[in-house]
Antibody, heavy 121, light 107 residues
């Protein structure tokens, strides 16, 4: 059974850093594309970042240069390092397994339960 | 980025009603569109991909159609478990984008 479990969320001050983790089971993270998607309170969904099975990484313009996606193959875990956090980064962050049928990422077939990040002084 | 616009933003319906949600893309995305259902406090759940392909395990009362810039999600007979928010998502470009959501409420 595929499972994704996020952790690492919490309250952080503006300008601070936080690292989110997403532990996967039932499949191999390194053999798949994996993404982070966020949802601000009461708002819609926003794609944040993707890591390809080959290791290439891509980011939404809103987080480029501040967030870094990575994975630990030995732990079958996905990460999101978030630096220079802003109030507008406040959201529930979901990790999601990403289906790929061509070259780029397609859609998300499995999601974690999410972890809340609150950026506030 | 490709902009995705859903309508309506809120829809009031009764059990047994046929419900249709529309999603429009700012440029052609062929059939590269997915639909998700999200309930309060839960993660989104994949319903439809490639505009009309039903994800395994999703009830057949859900269907998707469209291509190019206009797409629809139809629930043929609304069930109590279907009251939720629905999102479309395009994957024609590497920068994936979602619609703003349509909340289906009990009438």
């Amino acid at each position: 059974e595929v499972q994704l479990v996020e952790s690492g969320g919490g309250l952080v001050q503006p300008g601070g850093s936080l690292r989110l983790s997403c532990a996967a089971s039932g499949f191999t993270v390194s053999s798949n594309y994996m993404s982070w998607v966020r949802q601000a309170p009461g708002k819609g969904l926003e794609w944040v970042s993707v890591i390809y099975s080959g290791g290439s990484t891509y980011y939404a313009d809103s987080v480029k240069g501040r967030f870094t996606i990575s994975r630990d193959n030995s732990k079958n875990t996905l990460y999101l390092q978030m630096n220079s956090l802003r109030a507008e980064d406040t959201a529930v962050y979901y990790c999601a397994r990403t289906v790929v049928t061509g070259v780029g990422p397609d859609y998300f077939d499995y999601w974690g339960q999410g972890t809340l990040v609150t950026v506030s002084s | 980025d490709i902009q995705m616009t859903q309508s309506p933003s809120t829809l009031s319906a009764s059990v047994g009603d046929r419900v249709t949600i529309t999603c429009r893309a700012s440029q052609s995305i062929s059939s590269w569109l997915a639909w998700y259902q999200q309930k309060p406090g839960k993660a989104p759940k994949l319903l439809i991909y490639k505009a009309s392909s039903l994800e395994s395990g999703v009830p057949s009362r859900f269907s998707g159609s469209g291509s190019g810039t206009e797409f629809t999600l139809t629930i043929s007979s609304l069930q109590p478990d279907d009251f939720a928010t629905y999102y479309c998502q395009q994957y024609n470009s590497y920068s994936l984008t979602f619609g703003g959501g349509t909340k289906v409420e009990i009438k």
